[in-house]
């Protein structure tokens, strides 16, 4: 089973940015989901491993995932971020299936927080 190990999370203001990286231990299309308190843990982008992207509505044109496939890492550069941004942010991988659909990744991140005041 592929492993991830996330990083990048952190508290910024609104406006700012950061940058999320995944690690995996093998060649796999890959996503990101998060989830805030209380809500479900929903779909923000992937990437598969030919490179092309998909993105939730409420990210676009503010996230961009991308990876680098010499080192199996994907990272996801959030700019503009809100106050809406935050939640926890797993890393996913090895999906079969649409990319959009978080039952159907076989392998999941420890998550990290990202934490967006106003």
């Known amino acids: 089973q592929v492993q991830l190990v996330e990083s990048g999370g952190g508290l910024v203001q609104a406006g700012d940015s950061l940058r999320l990286s995944c690690a995996a231990s093998?060649?796999?299309?890959m996503g990101w989901f998060r989830q805030a308190p209380g809500k479900e843990r929903e779909f923000v982008a992937a990437i598969r491993w030919s490179g092309m992207t998909y993105y939730a509505d409420s990210v676009k044109g503010r996230f961009t995932i991308s990876r680098d496939n010499a080192k199996n890492t994907v990272y996801l550069q959030m700019n503009s971020l809100k106050p809406e941004d935050t939640a926890v942010y797993y890393c996913?991988?090895?999906?079969?299936?649409?990319?959009?659909?978080?039952?159907?990744?076989?392998?999941w991140g420890q998550g990290t927080q990202v934490t967006v005041s106003s």
């Open positions: 093998g060649r796999t299309d």
């Open positions: 996913a991988a090895d999906p079969i299936g649409s990319v959009y659909d978080k039952n159907i990744y076989h392998a």
